[in-house]
């Protein structure tokens, strides 16, 4: 399973390096949204840094949609889907490999998108560690369900529309959970004493969102990839 | 299946019964619910007569958030699981998130004309009302997937996919929305000790509402469960019909058996 999962991942980043799909176009469509939403909120800067958590989130969850829809229109043409599927790769490796190609790439559109917030919107960073932690595992768990719906949704003539429709709203526990931990980290919300543990349990909660739906993903992909 | 057969009883004579009984007693309770509740029960000390929703939200609630959603988890899991797998269970969970999709929406309109008068807003960001809107959009999700035309296999195997994941949600969606934000009255009946907080003619009314809506969904659930039966027979009828005239296209007017196809 777990040669499968670095196969298929090697395979999706590969083909992204290629190509920079997600790297020149989604990247900056995440950072156009924050500049969208600093219209939509006015010039100051005070409000912009109250929201600034979560727009961040929002920002993620939108650009997830379309890493989602890349990772899986990579495999549209030339039947490559039912190739994966005949290839004899174990479907929990390719469930992990997508996976991990989105949560990679959601990953380094974090980053920009972090720096973008701090320029932008001014805000400062109290807690890094808890910053960190909270990205990491939040972009795990909407790689996880996203590419479970993805997957779900491949193949389908509606695959545009029901992506967003299936999927946003089971991400939004990570919307939530996002924004209160980076609340906290960025000194908005809670003491400064609390930094180190108002966000606690927020931070579970992106813990245990991201293992649900990475366990889920690898019963069901078996059963999924024969569906569409 | 006879195309042109008009009376197709995908039911037996006893099990129609049974949902004709079943109908008639969810009727009895519901009309005896909204008399004890509108006439017999006294008013309330401080929310007066606007206390006789509590006779209908919660038992639509718990129709929706539980029986619903339970129902049709439970049976895209049986779908799921190689052993148990029959066709049963796909009507099931579709009949249950339909109907549950109806009581899910009745559970936000009747404590949207509740807590306007109480809270003074149509709508709060409450935890629960949140929650409850979540579930909402993934009903109508489920159903949307439902639609996509695709071969009943495969159709049952995602929706029930969609089922389960959208299951799995619920409980992580419940937490956290309760830890973003509570103004939502803590459960009356369920609560952890399971001792009412309500007394008297008001609380044997609002255990009778429980019952009638119950006995209702139960109702709806075997009505929705024929009509999905009856629609895959027609589907198949369709079928037949449509593969007739093409046969009949190719070969000129049909003599024989069409069941046989010419070569």
Redesign the interface.
């Known amino acids: 399973m777990w040669r499968d999962t670095v196969l298929v991942a090697g395979k999706d980043l590969r083909i992204e390096l290629r190509s920079r799909v997600v790297m020149q176009q989604v990247v900056p469509v995440a950072v156009l949204v924050l500049v969208l939403f600093a219209f939509a909120l006015g010039p100051d800067r005070a409000p912009m840094a109250q929201a600034a958590p979560g727009l961040f989130w929002v920002a993620v969850l939108f650009a997830s949609v379309l890493a989602v829809q890349r990772s899986f229109a990579l495999e549209a043409a030339d039947g490559a889907r039912d190739g994966l599927r005949l290839s004899g790769l174990d479907p929990a490796g390719v469930f992990l490999g997508k996976t991990a190609a989105v949560a990679l790439q959601l990953a380094i559109l974090e980053v920009v998108l972090t720096a973008g917030v701090v320029v932008l919107y001014g805000s400062h960073v109290r807690s890094y560690g808890s910053i960190v932690v909270a990205g990491l595992a939040g972009t795990a768990g909407l790689a996880a ?1 996203g590419t ?2 993805g997957a ?1 949704a491949a193949g ?3 695959r545009e529309t ?1 992506l967003p ?2 999927f946003l ?2 991400a ?2 990570v919307l ?2 996002g924004t ?1 931990a980076w609340q906290v980290a960025l000194g908005i919300a809670g003491h400064a004493g609390d930094v180190d543990n108002a966000g606690d ?2 931070l579970r ?1 992106l813990l ?2 991201a293992a ?2 990475l366990a ?1 993903g690898v019963v ?1 992909f078996g ?2 990839q ?3 | 299946m006879n195309a042109t057969d008009p009376k197709v009883e995908p039911w037996s004579p006893t099990a129609t019964w049974v949902v004709r009984g079943l109908g008639l007693a969810a009727a009895v309770a519901v009309a005896a619910t909204v008399w004890l509740g509108l006439w017999v029960t006294p008013p309330d000390q401080t929310q007066h007569d606007l206390v006789r929703l509590v006779y209908i939200h919660p038992p639509i609630a718990w129709v929706a958030l539980y029986l619903a959603f339970g129902v049709a988890a439970a049976s895209s899991v049986l779908w ?1 699981w190689p052993r148990t797998r029959s066709r049963v269970w796909d009507r099931l969970a579709v009949s249950a998130v339909e109907v549950g999709t109806v009581f899910t929406a009745l559970t936000l309109v009747t404590g949207s004309i509740w807590g306007r008068p109480t809270w003074g807003v149509w709508w709060a960001w409450d935890a629960r009302l949140t929650s409850t809107a ?1 579930l909402l ?2 009903l ?2 489920y159903l ?2 439902r639609r ?1 035309p ?1 071969d009943p296999d ?1 159709r049952a ?2 929706s029930a ?2 089922a ?3 299951a ?2 619920v409980p ?2 419940h ?3 309760n ?2 934000h509570t103004l939502h009255q803590g459960a009356t009946v369920l609560n952890a000790n399971l001792s009412p907080t309500i007394h008297g003619s008001m609380a044997w009314t609002l255990l009778l509402g429980f019952v009638a809506f119950t006995l209702l969904f139960a109702w709806m659930l075997a009505i929705r469960y024929r009509v999905e039966v009856l629609s895959e027979l027609l589907q198949d009828s369709q079928l037949d019909v449509a593969l007739h005239e093409r046969w009949a296209e190719g070969t000129g007017p049909v003599t024989g058996d069409p069941g046989v196809a010419p070569a």
């Open positions: 369900a479970l719906y779900l389908l003539r509606v029901l429709f299936l709203p089971v939004a526990p939530l959970a209160r349990p927020w909660l245990v969102f649900v739906y889920l069901i059963p999924l024969e569906a569409s | 799921l979540l959009v993934l109508l999700g949307a997937v996509v695709a495969s195997r995602r996919v969609v389960l994941v959208a799995v949600d992580i969606v937490f956290s929305v830890w973003w």
